[in-house]
């Protein structure tokens, strides 16, 4: 049993952190250019980055899969039985990718009324949201890539990548919006045409250093044996629908805080924005958890499982809990300077002020399903997740805030009491796995091609 060194946490976690948080770049650059042609663009840009979010959704989950199977196998399976486990789910992003493509071009329309009331929004939406949609086809790829890019510990590429992906995103959206250079004047379209662009660049840069990765490691691209392939499929079909049932769930959660009020809604959107540099932080740290998790559950290193994931999760939680206490004094502020008429609001205040204080409570929800991600168990994830989240947390929400009309405060609250009793359902099932396995009984991963014992915790 090891624990890992501050420089090696660092070198892992940072990497994957400023690549995550480079992706806001996306949005603030198209929303900045978006303002340069009207209030309705800006709309459209924030309403097409909820949708994209929840299509995407699955891809994560594909990625998530990738790094725990392969990081896991990499310690004893043979190199083709790893990179079986990849083409699977290369295999499936290549055929759910297009699907989700057709699907969302012919759904457009309807969609775009469900986003909004306002023809003029809808009319914008049907302008820049086609070309993010097809960008779905080259994000898929890049998650799988990505996924395997950490399993063999290069975190260093996968935030080349995103850094590089921005800096496109940027200068073509001016060259398109604008007509600069070569390029013709498109105006709104350009902005969502660079980044389109920016994904095929991205999709392209990871298909040379995966070719890389694969000379340096002596790695194939191979067929995979059908019986272990839906082994592998089943586990990625969970870790993905997980993933996307999460982000439909956040969006249902936006349309009980808009049916508040807009005044709510612009509020909840401010601590919306303010949340995603903990989530980055967050996924960073789950990347090597669930990374290093896997390898020693393979070894059969059940102490080290234990020992990485505690102190991975008490690491995370602890710079989280700094931010928030941080927040939970700058908040009011900026919701003064940001949303003056909201700061009329002493509810909102108390809001705004509470709010930072389910950030712990949100990263360790999420950290402890990646300790269950880490050992395989996305069936558990799965069913804990959606049922805390759309049989307890949603209902609740709807009940309280609307029904019994105790506006945004009673979101937060209900929010942060399906956070606490998600992780302490998912923290009792990763106790109980750990026994189990220390006991000899545990389930783990397919080694050399043989099935181990395996039982459910």
């Known amino acids: 049993m090891s624990l890992l060194s501050c420089r090696e946490i660092t070198r892992r976690v940072f990497p994957v952190f400023v690549g995550g ?7 603030w650059t198209d929303t900045a250019l978006a303002s340069h042609f009207g209030l309705v663009e800006v709309a459209a840009v924030g309403l097409s980055g909820l949708s994209f979010f929840a299509l995407f959704a699955f891809a994560n989950g594909i990625g998530t899969s990738v790094l725990s199977l392969t990081s896991a196998l990499r310690e004893s399976a043979p190199k083709a039985r790893v990179m079986e486990a990849f083409c699977v789910a290369v295999i ?3 055929i759910l990718a297009p699907v989700m493509v057709l699907v969302s071009l012919w759904a457009l329309p309807s969609l775009v009324q469900i986003l909004s009331e306002d023809t003029r929004v809808q009319e914008a939406l049907l302008v820049y949201l086609p070309p993010l949609i097809v960008s779905l086809l080259f994000y898929y790829g890049n998650a799988g890539i990505r996924g395997l890019m950490l399993a063999y510990k290069r975190p260093d590429v996968t935030m080349q990548v995103s850094l590089s992906m921005q800096l496109v995103n940027f200068l073509l959206s001016l060259a398109f919006a604008f ?3 070569p390029f013709p004047e498109l105006g709104f379209y350009g902005v969502a045409l660079a980044t389109l662009v920016s994904y095929v660049f991205g999709f392209g840069f990871y298909l040379l250093r995966l070719f890389l990765l694969m000379r340096e490691h002596g790695l194939a691209l191979c067929v995979p044996k059908l019986g272990y392939a839906f082994y592998v499929l089943k586990k ?7 993933q996307a049932q999460y982000a439909l769930g956040f969006l249902a959660g936006i349309w009980i805080v808009g049916r508040i009020g807009t005044v709510e809604l612009a509020v909840y959107q401010l601590l919306t924005q303010g949340m995603l540099l903990p989530i980055y932080l967050c996924n960073a740290f789950t990347t090597l958890m669930i990374s290093q998790c896997a390898a020693a559950q393979e070894r059969g290193d059940y102490p080290e499982v234990r020992a990485v994931g505690l102190q991975l999760m008490r690491l995370c939680l602890a710079i989280v809990a700094g931010y928030s206490l941080l927040a939970t004094l700058l908040y009011p502020s900026l919701l003064r300077l940001s949303l003056p008429e909201a700061a009329n609001y002493a509810a909102l205040v108390f809001a705004v002020s509470l709010a930072p204080m389910l950030f712990p409570l949100q990263s360790l929800s999420t950290l402890a399903n990646a300790l269950l991600q880490g050992m395989q168990a996305y069936e558990r994830v799965w069913l ?8 307890v947390y949603l209902p609740l929400a709807f009940l309280f805030a609307l029904v019994f009309k105790f506006g945004l405060l009673a979101v937060l ?6 956070r606490l009793l998600q992780s302490a359902v998912q923290l009792l099932g990763w106790r109980a796995r750990l026994r189990a396995g220390e006991n000899g009984s545990g ?15």
């Open 21 to 27: 948080s480079a992706v806001m770049l996306t949005s």
């Open 92 to 94: 499936l992003a290549a």
């Open 179 to 181: 007509g600069l250079g």
């Open 236 to 242: 990625i079909l969970f870790a993905g629908v997980y």
């Open 384 to 391: 804990v997740s959606t049922i805390c989240q759309w049989l």
């Open 413 to 418: 609250v209900v929010e942060g009491s399906y």
């Open 443 to 457: 389930q783990v991963m397919i080694r050399g091609g043989e099935d181990r014992k395996a039982s459910a915790a």
